[in-house]
């Protein structure tokens, strides 16, 4: 590396501890080590008053439009507000308009980032702690890994979380109002249409609502929180296996009504089906599909029932047939996702 290279990575680095010296300052309101800093150096006290100065600047900007940050390393604003405040955001950007690394350097000091998925797609994320994380379709979730606690907040979807065990630094999702803590587990979680359920397969979850414990999730267990109330129940291993086979890119059915079945198809399709007969909604539907090929199971319906499937721009029309409703659809291959 020439000297030019060596001397901007020495000045990113300075920037890097500039930024996160002066935030630090400004959460604990101890100012002696960052003082302690500048005074070793004059390059210290020039990128200390840049990040004085974007700090500043944010104050003035704090009422204003904040762009959408990218999703890899996402910041705080409106989401994490527990733990930064709007203010420390928005100095973020104000950074970003004097000095990139500055910027940059915050925004990972803050350790604070967001992972999503599309419709139909699914992710897996190795986190720093050693747990891992997937996400199923259309779900987003973001993490941040501390000190004193492992804070993951589900923004929407359903994720599953394989969590390290680490006995002093305890491991939450937060759902809205809800927050599961757990050590040393294997466990779901989903939000859909103001409910969130919860799946436990190793260990135990404990479920909080505002702060207050309201129930003890063990392994083999379902719960469904709503309104502050938790219901739990036991599933069977076959129940279990259904529930989680999702993260396997596999639906099962087993006596569904074909509306329940197309609303669990539909978080996996770019074209939604649509039901155009309450004739037909009610049928009882079952067997396995593969979320990426819905339509072979679509297809299967026609064969059993003599439904049919009118392909539109933006949706697909599932409509009654000739052929009168008979046993349960099981189609002969696997299906799931058309788009």
Not at 194 to 219: E, F, I, P
């Amino acid at each position: 590396m020439d000297r030019r290279g060596e001397a901007a990575r020495d000045w990113s680095a300075i920037e890097a501890e500039a930024a996160r010296l002066y935030l630090e300052a400004q959460q604990s309101g101890d100012w002696d080590a960052a003082y302690a800093w500048v005074e070793q150096d004059p390059a210290h006290g020039y990128a200390f008053a840049k990040a004085e100065t974007s700090w500043e600047l944010s104050g003035q900007l704090d009422n204003a439009y904040l762009p959408e940050v990218p999703e890899d390393v996402a910041g705080p604003a409106g989401r994490f507000e527990a733990l930064f405040s709007r203010r420390a955001f928005v100095g973020i950007v104000c950074a970003a308009l004097i000095g990139t690394a500055g910027a940059v350097s915050i925004q990972k000091w803050m350790e604070v980032r967001r992972y999503s998925t599309p419709v139909g797609g699914e992710r897996e994320i190795d986190l720093a702690d050693g747990s891992v994380l997937k996400l199923n379709t259309d779900s987003s979730v973001e993490v941040a890994l501390r000190k004193d606690v492992r804070l993951v907040r589900l923004l929407q979807g359903e994720a599953r979380f394989n969590v390290a065990h680490e006995s002093k630094r305890p491991f939450v999702v937060d759902a809205g109002d809800i927050s599961f803590r757990a050590l040393g587990t294997v466990f779901d979680v989903r939000r859909h249409d103001g409910v969130t359920a919860l799946t436990v397969m190793s260990g135990r979850v404990g479920v909080d609502n505002k702060g207050k414990r309201k129930a003890v999730v063990d392994a083999g267990d379902y719960a469904v929180v709503s309104g502050g109330q938790v219901g739990v129940s036991t599933l069977t291993g076959s129940e279990m296996a259904r529930r989680t086979a999702w993260s396997e890119g596999i639906i099962t059915f087993d006596g569904e009504t074909l509306e329940q079945a197309v609303a669990e198809l539909n978080r996996y399709r770019a074209k939604p089906l649509v039901i155009g007969s309450p004739q037909i909604a009610s049928l009882r539907v079952g067997g396995t599909v593969h979320t990426r090929d819905s339509d072979t199971f679509i297809r299967s319906l026609g064969a059993t029932f003599g439904i049919r499937a009118v392909p539109g721009k933006d949706s697909v029309m599932i409509l009654p047939g000739k052929a009168s409703p008979g046993a349960q659809a099981a189609p002969e291959s696997p299906g799931g996702s058309g788009n």
